[in-house]
């Protein structure tokens, strides 16, 4: 095509079709991500609680998980057996495989269940459940 030459209705129609279907090429690439990670993590292992009297605190530890593939953890902790985690009983989302609880109330029966969270977001299954007393041996 030259400048200033007139542009006839099938030219006009194919320019548009070409810059539609370029268009929708590149919103396509925007959209799709360059490599989906869908897979969840494990689930942890080894969760144990140690108590510590003068700071009426639980401390919380797990077998780590491999730290390239962890973004953080998630510790659930409710007074109620057999809860089911949610927003309000998130207690803290540490990096590490431990967690010190503070301030409990003493002699209170706590149950925790903790689960991973890799660095593309994806929640891994919850550990069994354990319970802890806020309380001497």
């Not at 897979?39 to 077998?63: C, D, K, M, Q």
């Not at 593939?69 to 510790?75: A, C, K, L, N, S």
């Not at 803290?92 to 301030?103: I, L, Q």
């Not at 593309?120 to 069994?128: E, I, P, V």
Request: aromatic letters at 10%; glycine letters at 4%.
């Amino acid at each position: 095509m030259r400048r200033n030459e007139p542009i006839t209705a099938p030219v006009l129609a194919s320019l548009l079709l070409r810059s539609a279907y370029d268009i929708e090429q590149r919103l396509f690439a925007l959209s799709v991500p360059a490599a989906y990670d869908i897979l969840a993590p494990t689930t942890i292992s080894g969760l144990r609680a140690e108590f510590y009297a003068p700071s009426l605190s639980i401390v919380l530890h797990w077998n780590a998980h491999d730290p390239s593939e962890v973004d953080h953890y998630e510790v659930h902790r409710s007074t109620t057996p057999s809860f089911t985690p949610s927003a309000a009983t998130l207690v803290g989302r540490p990096a590490t495989n431990s967690f010190r609880n503070r301030d409990l109330i003493e002699d209170a029966i706590y149950y925790f269940k903790i689960c991973t969270v890799d660095r593309k977001g994806n929640k891994g299954s919850f550990s069994t459940e354990i319970s802890a007393t806020a309380s001497g041996p």
